[in-house]
């Protein structure tokens, strides 16, 4: 959806995110995400250079650079995060009505369950880790501005969209 999102708006920019993990193949630095070691993660932790950040499940930490942000919004350009329920609150209390939150929701934990285990790229103890998280996340759709059910992509791409216009056009 977002990539969607960022060819229908042109004043629409994708945060690259900061993570400690090792590159997938075929993943670069700086475009699809900023690959850096523990330390120097916790070095920009320290430092304040982060809006939020959070350290998953697998010992993964991923963060959105505070500096990314603020260089794309003094160019006027919108900013997309593809964020956690906790980065997200964590960007609402920073920029308050100036942010759009938006909870993509699924339809129920089973779908989730379903579409997790079609993907095939789950062990058994990540799938049930994941769906735990998912339960907890569900708690926090009532901080978010919109909640928009992914029951069927293309209802959910349009109610999407419809939000970030509105939000984007006031």
Same mark, same amino acid.
């Given at each position: 959806? #977002?990539?969607?999102?960022?060819?229908?708006?042109?004043?629409? &920019?994708?945060?690259?995110? !900061?993570?400690?993990?090792?590159?997938?193949?075929?993943?670069?630095?700086?475009?699809?995400?900023?690959?850096?070691?523990? *330390?120097?993660? &916790?070095?920009?932790?320290? !430092?304040?250079?982060?809006? *939020?950040?959070? *350290?998953?499940?697998?010992?993964?930490?991923?963060?959105?650079?505070?500096?990314?942000?603020?260089?794309?919004?003094?160019?006027?350009?919108?900013?997309?995060?593809?964020?956690?329920?906790?980065? !997200?609150?964590?960007?609402?209390?920073?920029?308050?009505?100036? #942010?759009? !939150?938006?909870?993509?929701?699924?339809?129920?934990?089973?779908?989730?369950?379903?579409?997790?285990?079609?993907?095939?790229?789950?062990?058994?103890?990540?799938?049930?880790?994941?769906? *735990?998280?998912?339960?907890?996340?569900? #708690?926090?759709?009532?901080?978010?501005?919109?909640?928009?059910?992914?029951?069927?992509?293309?209802?959910?791409? &349009?109610?999407?969209?419809?939000?970030?216009?509105?939000?984007?056009? #006031?």
């Amino acid at each position: 959806m #977002a990539h969607r999102l960022l060819n229908d708006f042109k004043t629409l &920019r994708f945060s690259v995110s !900061a993570t400690t993990r090792k590159p997938r193949s075929g993943e670069k630095d700086g475009v699809d995400y900023y690959f850096l070691s523990d *330390e120097a993660f &916790r070095n920009k932790i320290e !430092a304040g250079e982060f809006l *939020e950040w959070e *350290e998953f499940y697998n010992g993964h930490k991923y963060g959105t650079l505070r500096e990314d942000v603020e260089e794309q919004l003094n160019r006027g350009y919108s900013i997309l995060l593809d964020i956690d329920v906790l980065g !997200a609150t964590n960007i609402k209390k920073i920029y308050g009505d100036e #942010a759009l !939150a938006i909870f993509i929701k699924p339809p129920s934990l089973d779908v989730l369950k379903q579409r997790l285990m079609k993907r095939g790229t789950e062990s058994e103890q990540m799938l049930k880790t994941r769906l *735990e998280r998912a339960q907890k996340e569900l #708690a926090y759709e009532e901080r978010f501005d919109r909640v928009v059910v992914n029951d069927d992509l293309e209802t959910a791409y &349009r109610k999407i969209k419809q939000a970030v216009a509105g939000f984007m056009e #006031a």
